[in-house]
């Protein structure tokens, strides 16, 4: 594979189809995940103002009355205010740091797998590593998913399969495994 291929980067086909991809000291990152600040923020609001409603009611029910003092109240809904300022502060923080990221590393000819879908670390791949892509599909009684996973060999000649990616959307996946694929160099087959 040539350097040129990864020295420009085409972006524009990945945000047409919702893929965050951009450049970053010479790398380029690619979001694998979009669950913004502002959505764990949400999320952490409704569950805690829930949680703090049903105690609240069941300390109410308690006493035999339904009201309840007025400061309270007010620290209650402080207290589930700065649980969702927290939640989106470390979601920022998250995305900041490229934590969920995978990273083509122009520097280092490998890619860096970020920690999901049971990675407790990073994976680095050399690019020469890799044999092809493989896009999976996976049926259950709710939903219909499509896996990308990357087939690498390891420097004993072993092959592993490690997963990129977990989305609902056919598009979105082919996009994404031909785009990555032609960087790579690697051919991409469905199963």
């Known amino acids: 594979m040539s350097d040129a291929a990864l020295q420009l980067p085409t972006f524009g086909k990945l945000r047409e189809i919702g893929i965050d991809a951009f450049e970053r000291d010479g790398n380029v990152h690619i979001r694998l995940r979009r669950f913004s600040p502002l959505t764990a923020g949400l999320l952490t609001l409704a569950v805690a103002l829930f949680l703090l409603a049903f105690s609240i009611a069941a300390y109410s029910m308690t006493r035999k009355k339904l009201t309840f003092p007025l400061p309270v109240l007010q620290a209650s809904g402080v207290i589930a205010s700065l649980c969702a300022v927290v939640a989106a502060r470390r979601r920022r923080a998250v995305i900041l740091r490229g934590d969920e990221d995978l990273v083509l590393d122009q520097n280092m000819s490998s890619l ?80």
Request: hydrophobic letters at 40%; zero cysteines; proline letters at 2%.
């Open 112 to 191: 860096v797998l970020p920690e999901l879908y049971g990675r407790g670390h990073r994976v680095i791949v050399p690019f020469d590593s890799v044999v092809e892509l493989r896009i999976m599909h996976t049926q259950t009684d709710l939903k219909q998913q499509r896996s990308l996973l990357i087939i690498r060999r390891d420097s004993f000649g072993a092959v592993h399969a490690e997963t990129l990616t977990r989305w609902k959307d056919e598009q979105k996946t082919n996009a994404f495994a031909q785009w990555l694929a032609a960087r790579l160099g690697v051919a991409v087959k469905q199963s």
